[in-house]
């Protein structure tokens, strides 16, 4: 199970870095990706790193401002968010049940931790 840390309350314009871990499994040669719900709306991708060379994928409406990345020797994904507004706040998920690739992002098992709540507020 991966578990997510590093949300908040940012104001509008400010940045949070998001972490997804693992402590009984590695997440090295795993896709990893990000998704995030908003109350009243459908869960979505937001971006993910591949497996095998690190190429990342964003979603259209955080690409320029998010930047994801993996650190190997902390087991640990990171999501760093600039310039949020308030449309990104929601809960934010990691999951290694997907499939990434450079122009899409696609779940293939729907089993999540408790996600980390990002919220944007003046």
């Known amino acids: 199970q991966v578990v997510e840390s590093g949300g908040g309350l940012v104001q509008p314009g400010g940045s949070l870095r998001l972490s997804c871990t693992a402590s009984?499994?590695?997440?090295?040669?795993?896709?990893i990706g990000w998704f995030r719900q908003a109350p009243g709306k459908e869960r979505e991708g937001v971006s993910c790193?591949?497996?095998?060379?690190?190429?990342?994928y964003y979603a259209d409406s955080v690409k320029g401002r998010f930047a994801i990345s993996r650190d190997n020797a902390k087991n640990t994904v990171y999501l760093q968010m600039n310039s949020l507004k308030s449309e990104d706040a929601a809960i934010y998920y990691c999951?290694?049940?997907?499939?990434?690739?450079?122009?899409?992002?696609?779940?293939?098992?729907?089993?999540w931790g408790q996600g980390t709540q990002v919220t944007v507020s003046s």
């Open positions: 009984k499994f590695s997440l090295n040669n795993l896709a």
């Open positions: 999951t290694a049940d997907l499939i990434c690739l450079p122009v899409t992002m696609k779940l293939t098992a729907d089993a």
């Open positions: 790193i591949s497996s095998s060379d690190g190429t990342p």
